[in-house]
């Protein structure tokens, strides 16, 4: 070992020359830079080596990929702190590309027989009808296509790729679960900042760049943190509140009950700021969903015992309504006295005559956003959808929308029936969360485009791939080492 470390230390000298003349030219470069383009030169001095270490990172270990794609869907939002039209898109797209490119590399480590699970030929037929899509005569610009597809199937197709075939550990799981109570946790906090100290010189800019006219409503500031709207920040507290109540549920450890209640109320406050009425339906659904998979008489009476008495509060008193944001929610409640959700109806009535001879749609990239920027004279980008299903009813047609649907039952359904095989307690309330979740999502996502926005899209496509192929982590209890488990408890 001497003979080792002296030799090692004879090449460190030896190579002193070189390092020496790579200083003096890194110095050199990063002077011209900054002096050629000020701030920007000197950022991509320190950006460029935290990316080769991301690049190298992933192409030895794809699950760290995997990692940062998901870190980019949360930070993404930020994007509009970025001054000018930055493709942080495309950026998110590169690292997808390049993890699966990187799984192919170490395909010895991969478990590709894994692809004949049913969620990945479902993911294959709706990515095929998307590709058909491009063909479509109505189709007014294929560069809208190549941008709604990215959001619409490939993202989560070649999510569900990954998530297959590499080796997940239940220690894996576990992270990722942390990982995203860390991010919400942080996002929440940022709204906090928002709404008590006040908006970045950059949020204000976007608000007065037209965003005020929904979210400042009636001089409340709707909170959207560092996500890319109010709407998308309140699914993901009420996703965030939904999971926390589904931990107090599951734990009988009074140290993790002094956790999970602070993040319940940090999470739940968060969601109520941000004034988006439908991610209320995320709870509901979410909890119904729970109790169902449970199917435990005990869970039912909590649950019916909890929801309940809150349910008849909000839909049959005025009480709280002094607060703005108990007002708001107890909207979501009455929707026909709602003047937003009338003109929603209305609207969904004058695209019922336009859709009536378009079965496959006006095509991908004719509605929304991308429909106002690249066809933004075209009949289908002047009705706004105000809905992801109503969004894909225009883009993909009757025929689109009922697939899509049927894919999302159909996963919900695997999903059920795998988690009822189950033998693993941790195991299965950290699947019974996510599904729950996932069915919150798409229930709300009758009012809001939340199923097709980061970073709903990337954690609805991680774990619909973890909670239909729940079986490759369940362990038997009693032929388990208790001491080698996770737990709740």
């Known amino acids: 070992m001497a003979e080792q470390l002296a030799h090692l230390a004879d090449q460190l000298r030896d190579s002193r020359w070189f390092y020496g003349v790579l200083s003096v030219f890194v110095a050199l470069l990063t002077g011209w830079l900054i002096g050629t383009f000020g701030v920007l030169g000197g950022a991509v001095m320190v950006v460029l080596p935290l990316a080769l270490a991301v690049v190298v990172g992933i192409l030895l270990q794809p699950k760290f990929g995997l990692l940062i794609y998901v870190t980019l869907s949360f930070l993404i939002g930020f994007m509009r702190f970025v001054p000018g039209d930055a493709p942080l898109g495309l950026s998110l797209d590169a690292v997808l590309m390049f993890t699966l490119v990187a799984t192919f590399m170490n395909g010895k480590q991969m478990n590709w027989k894994r692809l004949r699970s049913p969620i990945f030929y479902l993911m294959a037929i709706w990515l095929f009808y998307s590709i058909l899509e491009y063909f479509n005569p109505e189709v ?5 296509w190549f941008y709604k597809v990215r959001s619409i199937s490939f993202s989560w197709f070649l999510l569900v790729i990954l998530t297959l075939v590499m080796p997940i550990s239940r220690q894996d799981i576990l992270w990722f679960l942390r990982m995203w109570l860390f991010w919400s946790l942080l996002a929440a906090f940022w709204a906090f900042k928002q709404h008590y100290i006040g908006l970045a010189d950059a949020e204000a800019q976007w608000l007065a760049a037209g965003a005020a006219k929904t979210h400042l409503l009636w001089g409340q500031l709707r909170c959207f943190s560092f996500y890319s709207d109010a709407a998308q920040f309140g699914a993901e507290m009420a996703g965030a509140t939904l999971i926390t109540v589904i931990l107090l549920f599951a734990t009988h450890s009074t140290g993790h009950r002094l956790l999970y209640i602070p993040l319940f109320l940090i999470f739940f406050w968060a969601y109520a700021l941000s004034g988006t009425r439908s991610a209320l339906f995320v709870m509901i659904g979410g909890i119904l ?3 169902a998979l449970r199917r435990s008489i005990k869970t039912i009476l909590w649950g ?20 703005y944001q108990i007002w708001r ?20 009535q ?21 429909g106002a920027r690249f066809a933004p004279n075209h009949p289908a980008a002047l009705i706004p959808p105000d809905s992801w299903y109503v969004e894909l009813w225009i883009e993909t047609g009757m025929v689109g929308m009922v697939l899509y649907l049927l894919i999302l039952v159909t996963i919900i359904g695997i999903g059920t029936y795998q988690i009822w095989q189950l033998k693993d307690p941790w195991l ?12 919150g999502i798409c229930v709300m996502s009758y009012s809001n485009a939340t199923l097709g926005q980061f970073p709903t899209s990337t954690l609805l496509g991680i774990t619909s791939v973890l909670f239909t192929t729940c079986y490759r982590w369940d362990l038997d209890p009693a032929r388990t080492d208790a001491r080698v488990q996770p737990t709740y408890d």
Do not use: C
């Open 350 to 370: 004058r695209l019922k005559s336009y859709m009536k001879d378009l079965p496959f749609g006006a095509g991908l990239g004719t509605s929304g956003s991308w």
């Open 289 to 291: 969903a729970y109790i």
């Open 428 to 439: 299965q309330t950290t699947m019974i969360l996510f599904l729950a979740e996932f069915f």
């Open 329 to 348: 929610m107890r909207t979501a409640l009455h929707p026909k006295e709602d003047a937003s959700f009338m003109v929603r109806i209305e609207n969904q």
């Open 140 to 144: 007014p610009n294929p560069v809208a």
């Open 304 to 323: 019916v015992g909890i929801m309940g008495p809150l349910m008849l509060i909000l839909m049959f008193t005025h009480i709280g309504d002094s607060n």
